[in-house]
């Protein structure tokens, strides 16, 4: 989150009277969180964005009966990861294997870029085969910075389970990327 | 890379998976929901019911109309036209009233216990 002199609370309670420039600021802030939380579970860019956009529209028609005692982020990352979740159900994903975006001008060099495109087919082979749960547990803990009580809260399930979850996702994860991590360590 | 088992965030890691999900155009994707706010909601199954309620009413109301009225043309086919003489003659009141029309008390005591008895 960027620092701001307006709090999330304070969004959201201007949102729930109405302003929608104020919940147009809280999308601007959470957005790439979002987009990330939806991508885990949709693995498509475009799903994904689709997903988000889902999840804020919902946050927004909602945002009445949030509880501005509590954090405003994990509220808005269930309601994400349930649309993201409910699209999946409703549509046929579309995988892509278009792991190489264009590559910078002026950029890292070949070899170098080289042997990034090839960490980020190892880390999308490895999250892909990792459980729904278990990306996202690890992605909110090690990538977002949530704590293990509010990735309860998003995903609804125990804490223990998101140790658990999150544990055994860095295992895995480590285990695929040993060889680069090592190099660049 | 931290152990395993610690329970803080594993930075590098983070770093790695925050790379890998990053989707390019932040700021088309927030003019695009920006918009979509500012479209009005759609219209919820509550919504879609209520606009047919009007429809819906006039519609019923109006084919309850028309089976009373063939209801009623029915039932009134079923039923012979029937004159009002006819039906007075039915009763058989107008003969003793036409027999006691000669005037006298006797004749008029026998047309009130006709109609008396008729009842």
Known sequence: MRNSPVTDAELSARAAAGDGDAFGELVDRHAPQARRAARVVLDNDQDADDAAQDGFLAAW???????????????????VV??????????AVRRTDDLSPALAAGGPSPERE??????????????????????????MFDAEGFAHSEIAEVLGIPEGTVRSDVFHAR?????TLAPYLEETR | ???????????????????HLEAPGHGVFVARVRRALARPAPDTSWDVLAAWVRPGLAAAAALALAVSLWIGLGAAGDIEPVSLADAVQS???PETLLAGAGGDGASTDAMLAAIVGER
């Not at chain 1, 028609?61 to 309601?79: G, K, N, Q, T, V």
């Not at chain 1, 295992?171 to 285990?175: E, K, S, T, W």
């Open chain 1, 61 to 79: 028609r909602a945002i009445d009966r949030f509880d501005r005692s509590r954090p405003f982020r994990p509220w808005l990352m269930r309601i």
């Open chain 2, 1 to 19: 890379m931290t152990n395993p088992f610690d329970s803080g965030p594993d930075e590098r890691l983070g770093a790695l998976l925050r790379e």
């Open chain 1, 114 to 139: 080289t042997e990034r495109a090839l960490l980020r087919e190892r880390l999308a082979g490895a999250l892909a085969a990792l459980p729904e749960r278990q990306r996202l547990a690890v992605t």
């Open chain 1, 171 to 175: 295992r895995a994860l480590r285990a």
């Open chain 2, 91 to 93: 009763t058989g009141v």
């Open chain 1, 82 to 91: 349930n649309a993201a979740r409910d699209l999946r159900r409703r549509q």
